[in-house]
């Protein structure tokens, strides 16, 4: 354990990219072949407005690398937060780091951007994909990734982890978050296996869903804990799935990157609710 927290201390630009792209190619390969759904679109064409966002969110995270790293040493110099703060075994440290820090860097930035009027203008985007898969992942305004950076430095404070348990828990929620948007399903035994601990592509399709209250659910990034700890969990058949966003379902407001862009600064649209938004026909065939 401690020469993995020693590797992803000064894990490699190269290595963290590896990650990323290895990722997006698994998924995208299994999803290719055995798709949950069979959308009617172009998929590179889709891949392509999700990459964009995928390297604006390397960019801020790039600007915020150096405010990370400071806040990690601080915390580990002057014995702030809660693993510094009691004693236990390596092994324990790391796991509670990695809990804090999907719970405050992932679970309650999340549920705020579902929540704070301004913070979820810029959410907008990601929800607004209608084409969910493993691309969709990192589809994320230039603005929620300036959110997410001050929320993981926030998590980082708290849980005082070093920047090796730091960097650990960004390369599992890279791959996770790749696993869990991906147009897949598992078989019933593995989703039941892994959905007690991990968060499966069934559970978070559910939060992808275009109406309340479904899209105000399952806000959890890697653990499952946090949702059936706070009551945010919930369940709807695949089959009933509708992706998008039902304030944003016209094709020119959620596929060019334009558009996506603005949304943040555009007038403010209330939920519309079932029934009343008009989701594009045919999006999918199971």
Not at 42 to 54: D, E, M, P, S, Y
Request: hydrophobic letters at 45%; glycine letters at 6%.
């Amino acid at each position: 354990m401690e020469r993995l927290i020693q590797y992803f201390e000064t894990i490699p630009s190269a290595h963290r990219a590896l990650i990323l792209a290895g990722g997006i190619t698994l998924f995208w390969l299994i999803e290719t072949a055995i798709p949950l759904f069979r959308f009617d679109y172009q998929k590179v064409r889709h891949a392509g407005i999700n990459i964009f966002f995928t390297f604006t969110t390397i960019i801020v995270n790039f600007l915020f690398a150096v405010l990370l790293v400071k806040t990690c040493d601080w915390v580990v110099a002057n014995k702030v937060g809660v693993i510094q703060w009691i004693n236990l075994p390596f092994w324990a440290e790391v796991l509670i780091g990695l809990l804090l820090l999907d719970l405050i860097g992932a679970y309650f930035i999340h549920w705020l951007q579902h929540h704070v009027k301004t913070m979820w203008r810029f959410h907008i985007i990601h929800h607004s994909d209608t084409y969910l898969d493993t691309t969709s992942a990192n589809r994320h305004h230039p603005g929620e990734s300036v959110f997410r950076a001050v929320f993981t430095m926030l998590a980082a404070l708290v849980a005082g982890t070093p920047i090796g348990i730091v960097m650990l828990y960004q390369s599992l929620s890279v791959v996770l978050s790749q696993f869990n948007h991906a147009n897949i399903q598992l078989p019933r035994w593995a989703e039941k296996a892994l959905g007690w601990l991990l968060v499966t592509p069934n559970m978070h399709h559910v939060h992808h869903h275009y109406v309340l209250p479904h899209t105000n659910s399952n806000y959890g990034n890697i653990f499952t804990v946090w949702d059936r700890l706070f009551g945010t969990y919930m369940e709807l058949d695949p089959n009933d799935l509708t992706y998008g966003l039902d304030t944003h379902m016209a094709t020119h407001e959620h596929s060019h990157i334009g558009n996506l862009l603005k949304i943040p600064f555009q007038k403010y649209r209330p939920p519309v609710g079932a029934g009343l938004a008009q989701p594009e026909k045919a999006l999918h065939d199971s």
